[in-house]
């Protein structure tokens, strides 16, 4: 059963900085594409980024400069680090691994203080 493990998460203050990491657990067989949604109270889940098997990345315009995915693919691991946080960055965080279908994290919370 594939399973994909997510830590990292907590409560920051705003300009401070968290690692989310990812970790696929389980038989799965060629995955893909790899990245972080966030879902707000209130709010419909949003993309915060990708990364395919090959590196190349993609960043909602509101996290761009701010945030960095990483993949460690020998592990089956991605990372989010977060930098700058701002108090609208509280959410819920679930990562994804694309294979023959999308599997989800279980979803970590980030909370920022201002």
């Known amino acids: 059963q594939v399973q994909l493990v997510e830590s990292g998460g907590g409560l920051v203050q705003a300009g401070g900085s968290l690692r989310l990491s990812c970790a696929v657990s389980?038989?799965?067989?060629?995955?893909?594409?790899m990245g972080w949604y966030r879902q707000a109270p209130g709010k419909q889940r949003e993309l915060v980024t990708t990364?395919?098997?090959?590196?190349?990345?993609n960043y909602a315009d509101s996290v761009k400069g701010r945030f960095t995915i990483s993949r460690d693919n020998a592990k089956n691991t991605v990372y989010l680090q977060m930098n700058s946080l701002k108090p609208e960055d509280t959410a819920v965080y679930y990562c994804?691994?694309?294979?023959?279908?999308?599997?989800w994290g279980q979803g970590t919370q980030v909370t920022v203080s201002s």
């Open positions: 994804y691994a694309n294979s023959w279908t999308r599997y």
């Open positions: 990364i395919t098997n090959g590196g190349s990345t």
């Open positions: 389980g038989s799965i067989f060629g995955i893909g594409s």
